[in-house]
């Protein structure tokens, strides 16, 4: 737990002081410095460390507070929750459920003790953005099916997710209907005869939309985790492209391979 010297004259910083108290105390939450259900420093000793007064001491506890990452009250000791972060396995996206089972989304989460819900927001036929247009191989002014959803732990929403589909896939199918898709959308892939053979990830971090601010409820200036998975059949074609947005503070991403 050390703090960088600065010089306010010359620091290229120029975050908040309590902004940038609350980044070095977030990170070593994230990274286990401070345990669940650890206290975190006196205020005296974090004023100390930070240079700072009780007020702005004060204001970076209240930023961890509202991002649900401590517990606390004034007059007592704020302690760390037992939280959340996520740790995404891209490669189960890639599992087909069998008949009557869950999405291995929501099955995974239900294995961590979490209760995982997916709701449908709207289903539409749409211009994409630039991106998944030129990840979906589509004509000028080409148009994608669109499926827009949010994942939601415990009742908090975590993801949110638009998932793109070329009309030629999609149109006349489960995937142009305003309805959950039992098993998820790689069992229906499947099933139509375009089984998900190879799904690769695109990731950012961005400072989060309007509309990802809103769906994610998110509780400050923190940027988002965003996924452009482009998955292809088996003839090497594009059968969904899915832009997942995911609160940066909650989330890490695993992934497993091998040297070549």
Known sequence: MTTVPRSDEN???RRSLHERIAADLRDEIMTGDLAPGASLPSTVRLKERFGASNATVQKALQLLKSERLVVGRAGASVTVREHRQLTVRPALSMASAADGDPYPWLAETAKR???ARSTLLDVTEVT???DVAAALR???DGTAVLRRQ????DGDPVELVHAYYPPHIARGT???EHRR???GTPTLLTTLGHPPRLSVD???ARIPTQEQYEALQLPGALPVLRTLRVVYGADERPVEVTVMAKAGHLYEVRYEFTPQ
């Open 11 to 13: 620091a290229y910083d």
């Open 113 to 115: 003790g979490g209760e």
């Open 128 to 130: 994409p953005p630039a």
């Open 138 to 140: 589509l004509p000028a």
């Open 150 to 153: 949010v994942l939601t732990l």
């Open 174 to 176: 489960p995937l142009a």
């Open 181 to 183: 898709i039992k098993g």
């Open 202 to 204: 695109h990731v950012s």
